[in-house]
């Protein structure tokens, strides 16, 4: 292996404990004899300690008292989105449901603002509501949090 | 990261607050610290924060106990704060509020202030890197994932993790 190799190895597989003890022999062999690629060990073996030093930081207090208020909200009132939704989940499984419910609220959204604004209002805000809606259903499918359980698209909320 | 018992998220599923006021003290330090890191922002690591954790409430129900908690907790969060960052540089310039953060941290002391300084550097130098770079980072060196447990979280291959961290170790010598 050449420095450049090496170089590439010192800034991740060899950083990271991510190598097998043969790789790891040849490198600590090239190092005993390179000062170019010692220097660089050194500098990530600081900046990992840099970054190791940090310690985990608490949240303000009031996190939790704002986690607990949202969560446990009475929920009695007569709600027709939930109402729907225990309708339509016997037929619809829960994943394609939130798709559903995402669809028929940007439908909604859509006469809404036809009705209610202005073309150039309409169009930044219809902008913003879909962008958001796509980035919360991936966040949602990339947590994993479709499986299973149906899910209540914000608009309403 | 502390060990969250199952039985313990078995109770929070069934809407024990106090089991999930548990949960909340043995993670919250992770989801906000990581968050902090990628946001660089008070306000919106506590955003991200709060965020996760009624996600985390409200789908405790369907959490298949087959899979890891932790796991599952890393993709969550680390999904949730790239999103805030990258809604936030969409919608504004980015905005960096280093005296909210240290405001967090106990009272500094005299001899705590070039390592402050340090942090302060390396905080700042941190949030030029893209947020995929800051959460493999952040997950590596400050959590100790292994480069498959972050390419779980992250929803990645392996060799795109290994890619991400030599670039942002590479900005971080270099600058
Ligand atoms: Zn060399």
Known sequence: ?157 | MKDIPLELIQRAADKDIQAFEEIYKGCCGFVYSVALKILNNNQDAQDVTQDVFVKLYNSLKGFNFKSSFKTWLYRITANSAINAYNKRKRETIPRVDFEAIKDTLAAPEKQDYLKQENEKKLDSMMDILPAQQKACLTLREIQGLSYQEIARALKVNKNSVRTWLRRARKTLIDN
Request: charged content about 25%; overall charge negative; glycine content about 4%.
């Open chain 1, 1 to 157: 292996m050449d420095c450049k190799e090496i170089r590439k190895l010192l800034i991740s597989d060899y950083a990271d404990n991510e190598i097998g003890l043969k790789t790891k022999q040849i490198i600590q062999g090239h190092l005993s004899n390179c000062p170019a690629c010692r220097e660089l060990e050194q500098k990530v073996a600081s900046l990992s300690n840099k970054l190791k030093e940090a310690k985990e930081i608490l949240p303000a207090e009031e996190v939790w008292q704002k986690i607990r208020a949202e969560i446990t909200q009475p929920q009695e009132a007569f709600n027709l989105l939930d109402w729907l939704k225990d309708k339509l989940s016997l037929f619809i499984p829960p994943k394609r449901l939130a798709y559903a419910y995402a669809a028929s609220a940007i439908m909604i959204l859509f006469v809404f603002l036809f009705i209610t604004q202005t073309r150039g209002n309409r169009e930044k805000t219809v902008e913003n509501y879909i962008i958001e809606q796509v980035e919360f259903m991936d966040s949602l499918d990339a947590a994993g949090i479709t499986n299973g359980l149906y899910i209540e698209p914000d608009i309403f909320s």
